[in-house]
C-alpha cells in the first residue's frame, strides 16, 4: 500500500512558476513509476508526465513539454514537477500517481495509487 500527499499548489500569475511536491509513504517507493495527471473543471483527468523508478526514462505532455520538469528523490520518497512559464489552460487539480508495474505509462487507468491533488490556479 501506497500513501500519496501533494503540496505546493496555489494561485500564481501567467509566466510564473510554482513546484508541486507529492510525498509517498512506504519503503517501496523506490521502485514504483511515478506519475503526474490534471484534471481542468468539466474537462477528463489528462496525462502531464512520468518517471520511471530510476529517473532515467521521463515523458511529458506535448502540452507541457519544455515548461514543466519531473524529477524525483528515492531518499525522500518524493516526486517533484517543476511547472515554469505557467499559462491560465494550466489551471487544474494536479494530482500524482504511482503504478507497480514497470513501464512509463500515460493512461491513468494503469496507476494503483492516486494522492487527493492539489489546485493549481494560473491567472491571466
Known amino acids: 500500500q501506497v500513501q500519496l500527499v501533494e503540496s505546493g499548489g496555489g494561485l500564481v500569475q501567467a509566466g510564473g512558476s510554482l513546484r508541486v511536491s507529492c510525498a509517498a509513504s512506504?519503503?517501496?517507493?523506490?521502485?514504483?513509476?511515478m506519475g503526474w495527471f490534471r484534471q481542468a473543471p468539466g474537462k477528463e483527468r489528462e496525462f502531464v508526465s512520468v518517471?520511471?523508478?530510476?529517473?532515467?526514462?521521463?515523458y511529458y505532455a506535448d502540452s507541457v513539454k519544455g515548461r514543466f520538469t519531473i524529477s524525483r528523490d528515492n531518499a525522500k520518497n518524493t516526486v517533484y514537477l517543476q511547472m515554469n512559464s505557467l499559462k491560465p489552460e494550466d489551471t487544474a487539480v494536479y494530482y500524482c500517481a504511482a503504478r507497480s508495474s514497470p513501464g512509463a505509462a500515460m493512461r491513468a487507468g494503469l496507476y494503483d495509487y492516486w494522492g487527493q491533488g492539489t489546485q493549481v490556479t494560473v491567472s491571466s
Open positions: 518517471i520511471s523508478w530510476s529517473g532515467d526514462s521521463i
Open positions: 512506504g519503503r517501496t517507493f523506490s521502485s514504483y513509476v
